[in-house]
């Protein structure tokens, strides 16, 4: 039997659905492994934000609907050279659960990750936090994608260094990790919403009237899909 007899036919027209996203292309976006033990099916992608000039592919990586197509012809992101900059990073990850989940209210979750580093002015900003969910949901509304049951958790991380490494400068970081139940299976617009946000992590215009992006400092640089394990 194939594989892919046994995934459910929602969740591969949730990959297929991925695969057409259009995203910037200041991110670079390739599947990575997914979570295990969160649902029965996942798939996971990771982005990063590299500053422009950089060499980035024109369209995204979707291994996952690739590989759920039969077609092996995802090829991975270049990998960063060593001039480029790195402005932001993150992680989108879509859970299914075929017979429904009670805690997400529906059957497919979607649950990210964006990290980005601060100017130290703007990271002790109080309202950073709520700024940050706002971009959130405003990039949600602007794709239309219509979601439930979203929750989240925003961070600042204050980095401070000591002893022999005493001479390194302290940094701030913006963390958002949230959560989403989309009402569909067609993920398209999820992932470019996100994908949209990570970019306003990483200071990069356009933004939507009214919103002013957040300076990051600027730092040097540093596939599963199918039944979760």
Not at 77 to 105: C, M, Q, Y
Not at 159 to 173: K, Q
Request: charged share 20%; proline share 9%.
């Amino acid at each position: 039997m194939n594989a892919l007899d046994q995934v459910p036919p929602d969740f591969l027209h949730a990959l297929g659905t991925l695969r057409k996203a259009q995203c910037r292309k200041e991110l670079r976006l390739a599947e990575i492994p997914a979570p295990a033990r969160l649902a029965p099916f996942a798939v996971a992608l990771g982005a990063e934000v590299m500053a422009p000039g950089a060499h980035t592919p024109s369209t995204p990586v979707h291994g996952p609907a690739a590989l759920a197509f039969a077609a092996a012809s995802g090829t991975a992101a270049d990998a960063a050279d060593e001039d480029e900059t790195e402005l932001a990073t993150g992680r989108f990850i879509l859970l299914h659960d075929p017979d429904g989940s009670a805690v997400w209210d529906g059957g497919f979750r979607i649950v990210t990750y964006i990290r980005a580093e601060l100017e130290p002015e703007m990271g002790n900003d109080q309202m950073l936090g709520t700024v940050a969910w706002t971009w959130l949901v405003e990039a949600l509304e602007n794709h239309k994608a219509e979601y439930r049951a979203a929750g989240g958790t925003a961070t600042r991380v204050l980095s401070e260094s000591f002893g022999t490494l005493s001479g390194r400068p302290g940094s701030i970081d913006i963390e958002l990790r949230a959560s989403w139940t989309p009402d569909s299976s067609d993920i398209q617009a999820h992932l470019e919403a996100w994908s949209d946000m990570v970019c306003m992590f990483a200071g990069l215009p356009p933004l939507p009237d009214g919103v002013t992006a957040l300076p990051p400092r600027r730092r040097g640089p540093q596939g599963g899909y199918g039944p979760a394990r």
